[in-house]
């Protein structure tokens, strides 16, 4: 390893990291972190989204939701694998960790029970994913993660087109299935703002920033993912709670409600009369929400068997 | 260097996968896969890289590349 100007230097003049022995610690554990919250979100949303295809209105439908749950398994794999060469054990971490060390966002933990609500989630979750690794990808100073994410940026756009394409129909469609739509939109719109976490106002120092991890803050991304969520919804005749300003001769989108406010999980229901405060949040955050146990479940049980039945046959 | 991975099959190597769109480009690294042999290795390649109609896929065990030199080393 280099000395630590040497290795400020790298990182101020853009190049790109591309070995352990080229990082300083505190550079590797940022990285790992990172990386660590990409590949639990992509995993996890394989068990939520399936749970919701099930659900699907037809066959054709439905592959399209197992095709969009094999694309992110493949992203996870990408992410953990990283991991995998930079010194962890890709199946300790996959099979083998408590449900609440996973790191995703919380809004994975509240379940999509309809295809409503799949079809919502690609297109406001897939939506916040694209927004934070297309940052990623076009700022990340790690060479091996910013080459792996060419092949997630070109099916999050497949995974956003199904979720807004579903999204039109739906609501073209009225009566009850627009209003179940309006409802799905309802809970899920504050759950995607809230995925970029604290404002920057109070988030005073940003590591990733500083070693080029990201690129842009978390008010950025949120704004962002708001300038491409809230034409859309009004395009196609869905409300939802937020409109856009002109300050400084520049566009800015403003919440309608108290960021951030208070949730009921297992109604799917927003208070906005009911302010919150960023500690109330990470404590829901931290204790996790309806579905994390069980979703985890759903890959590590298995894992676990085939374990045990293998060590029976002596190989 | 051999890696070795621990999967629940037991040990396994990585593999880089090699894939290009059309015959006018070169084939350039897409990714990599983690597999026992070579047969598994090809499947995982197929079913991970499947982001492109790729016209030619390849993959090489990584312990078979050579390397000359890295990033960072004088040439």
Same mark, same amino acid.
């Given at each position: 390893?280099?000395?630590?100007?040497?290795?400020?230097?790298?990182?101020?003049?853009? &190049?790109?990291?591309?070995?352990?022995?080229?990082?300083?610690? $505190?550079?590797?554990?940022?990285?790992?972190?990172?990386?660590?919250?990409?590949?639990?979100?992509?995993?996890?949303?394989?068990?939520? *989204?399936?749970?919701?295809?099930?659900?699907?209105?037809?066959?054709?439908?439905?592959?399209?939701?197992?095709?969009?749950?094999?694309?992110?398994?493949?992203?996870?794999?990408?992410? !953990?694998?990283?991991?995998?060469?930079?010194?962890?054990?890709?199946?300790?971490?996959?099979?083998?960790?408590?449900?609440?060390?996973?790191?995703?966002?919380?809004?994975?933990?509240?379940?999509?029970?309809?295809?409503?609500?799949?079809?919502?989630?690609?297109?406001? !979750? @897939?939506?916040?994913?694209?927004?934070?690794?297309?940052?990623?990808?076009?700022?990340?100073?790690?060479?091996?993660?910013?080459?792996?994410?060419?092949?997630?940026?070109? &099916?999050?756009?497949?995974?956003?087109?199904?979720?807004? #394409?579903?999204?039109?129909?739906?609501?073209?469609?009225?009566?009850?299935?627009?209003?179940?739509?309006?409802?799905?939109?309802? =809970?899920?719109?504050?759950?995607?703002?809230?995925?970029?976490?604290?404002?920057?106002?109070?988030?005073?120092?940003?590591?990733?920033?500083?070693?080029?991890?990201?690129?842009? #803050?978390?008010?950025?991304?949120?704004? =962002?993912?708001?300038?491409?969520?809230?034409?859309?919804?009004?395009?196609?005749?869905?409300?939802?709670?937020?409109?856009?300003?002109?300050?400084?001769?520049?566009?800015?989108?403003?919440? @309608?409600?108290?960021?951030?406010?208070?949730?009921?999980?297992?109604?799917?229901?927003?208070?906005?009369?009911?302010?919150?405060?960023?500690?109330?949040?990470?404590?829901?955050?931290?204790?996790?929400?309806?579905?994390?146990?069980?979703?985890?479940?759903?890959?590590?049980?298995?894992?676990?068997?085939?374990?045990?039945?293998?060590?029976?046959?002596?190989? | 260097?051999?890696?070795? *991975?621990?999967?629940?099959?037991?040990?396994?190597?990585? !593999?880089?996968?090699?894939?290009?769109?059309?015959?006018?480009?070169?084939?350039?690294?897409?990714?990599?896969?983690?597999?026992?042999?070579?047969?598994?290795?090809?499947? !995982?390649?197929?079913?991970? *890289?499947?982001?492109?109609?790729?016209?030619?896929?390849?993959?090489?065990?990584?312990?078979?590349?050579?390397?000359?030199?890295?990033?960072? $080393?004088?040439?």
């Amino acid at each position: 390893m280099g000395t630590q100007a040497e290795f400020d230097q790298m990182i101020k003049s853009g &190049e790109l990291i591309e070995s352990r022995n080229e990082m300083t610690p $505190e550079y590797l554990r940022e990285l790992k972190h990172t990386l660590i919250v990409s590949g639990d979100t992509e995993l996890i949303s394989a068990p939520a *989204y399936y749970l919701a295809a099930k659900r699907a209105p037809s066959i054709n439908a439905f592959m399209t939701g197992i095709a969009i749950i094999q694309d992110e398994l493949a992203h996870a794999h990408i992410a !953990y694998h990283i991991l995998e060469d930079l010194g962890e054990d890709q199946e300790k971490l996959i099979f083998s960790r408590d449900p609440k060390s996973f790191r995703y966002p919380y809004a994975f933990d509240v379940p999509l029970d309809s295809w409503t609500e799949l079809v919502v989630a690609n297109g406001m !979750y @897939d939506q916040a994913g694209f927004c934070l690794l297309g940052d990623i990808h076009d700022k990340c100073s790690y060479g091996p993660w910013k080459r792996g994410l060419n092949k997630v940026m070109a &099916e999050e756009n497949f995974h956003l087109r199904n979720g807004r #394409t579903w999204m039109k129909r739906i609501s073209a469609a009225g009566g009850s299935a627009k209003d179940e739509l309006q409802r799905a939109v309802d =809970w899920m719109f504050p759950l995607s703002v809230e995925w970029f976490g604290l404002p920057d106002s109070m988030k005073m120092h940003s590591t990733q920033l500083e070693y080029r991890l990201k690129g842009l #803050t978390n008010d950025q991304l949120r704004q =962002w993912w708001l300038s491409t969520v809230v034409p859309y919804c009004e395009q196609i005749g869905i409300k939802v709670p937020a409109h856009k300003e002109v300050r400084d001769g520049k566009d800015v989108w403003d919440l @309608d409600y108290p960021f951030p406010c208070d949730f009921d999980p297992e109604a799917k229901r927003w208070d906005f009369k009911k302010p919150a405060t960023w500690d109330d949040v990470l404590v829901r955050w931290r204790a996790r929400g309806p579905r994390n146990v069980e979703m985890v479940a759903m890959f590590q049980e298995e894992f676990h068997k085939f374990r045990k039945t293998h060590q029976k046959n002596g190989s | 260097m051999t890696t070795n *991975y621990k999967r629940v099959t037991g040990d396994a190597v990585e !593999y880089e996968v090699f894939a290009r769109k059309t015959r006018a480009e070169p084939l350039h690294q897409v990714g990599s896969v983690v597999a026992p042999d070579d047969d598994l290795a090809m499947a !995982y390649a197929r079913a991970t *890289y499947d982001e492109e109609r790729w016209c030619e896929m390849a993959i090489v065990r990584k312990d078979h590349v050579i390397e000359l030199w890295q990033p960072g $080393e004088i040439a």
